[in-house]
């Protein structure tokens, strides 16, 4: 797998900085600086919104397949002392 380069770090999660990233994300659009992108955003209204550009589906797989590494990572952090303490028995 590719190298994760996360948009969002656990402590960079106001709207401002939300805004400021995707005004990121359209510099590097207009710069040509990336091949595809995906989004998803749950409304306020409860729908879910998902994006694709350049993307086939494996393409969407292989993104996807990042995004639940990075929850899997998450969820053995969340819970690092518990499986510390199932491993040393």
Known sequence: MAK????FSDQDNTKQQ???HIE???EWAKND??????????L???EVMTGYCNLDMGDKQYLNSHI???INFETVRANVDE???WVEG
């Open 83 to 85: 499986l510390i303490e």
């Open 4 to 7: 994760i380069v996360k948009f």
């Open 68 to 70: 639940q590494v990075d």
């Open 24 to 26: 990121d994300l359209l």
């Open 18 to 20: 939300l805004i400021e």
């Open 33 to 42: 600086e990336f091949d595809n992108v995906m989004i998803a955003t749950k």
């Open 44 to 46: 306020k209204s409860g």
